[in-house]
């Protein structure tokens, strides 16, 4: 059985930072992409970022890109979203999610991410 299983959430004020991480159980984890998504209240789960097997290639969503870090570290089994400068709007539960095709086959249960002002 596959698990993900995230950490790292919490309140912060706006301008700080945050890191997520995101462990692996169950499955080659170094075979797989990995995504970060976001979902805040009312709104749809959004794509934040993504990482290939390897760490070498990663992609951002425009609201995030520049603030946001995607890494991976195999050894651990572990995904990581170092996410600075944060704003009100990034209030939101973050998941990870392993890809399959156009897809995701797994995600983790969610960490709360709430900025203040």
């Known amino acids: 059985q596959v698990q993900l299983v995230e950490s790292g959430g919490g309140l912060v004020q706006t301008g700080g930072s945050l890191r997520l991480s995101c462990a692996a159980s169950?499955?080659?984890?170094?075979?797989?992409?990995m995504d970060w998504l976001r979902q805040a209240p009312g709104k749809e789960r959004e794509f934040v970022a993504g990482?290939?097997?390897?760490?070498?290639?990663?992609s951002y969503a425009d609201s995030v890109r520049g603030r946001f870090t995607i890494s991976r570290d195999n050894a651990k089994n572990t995904v990581y979203l170092q996410m600075n400068s944060l704003k009100l709007e990034d209030t939101a539960v973050y998941s990870c999610?392993?890809?399959?095709?156009?897809?995701?086959?797994?995600w983790g249960q969610g960490t709360q991410v709430t900025v203040s002002s």
């Open positions: 999610a392993s890809k399959k095709g156009a897809g995701y086959d797994y």
């Open positions: 169950g499955r080659t984890f170094s075979s797989f992409e």
């Open positions: 990482i290939n097997w390897n760490g070498v290639v990663t």
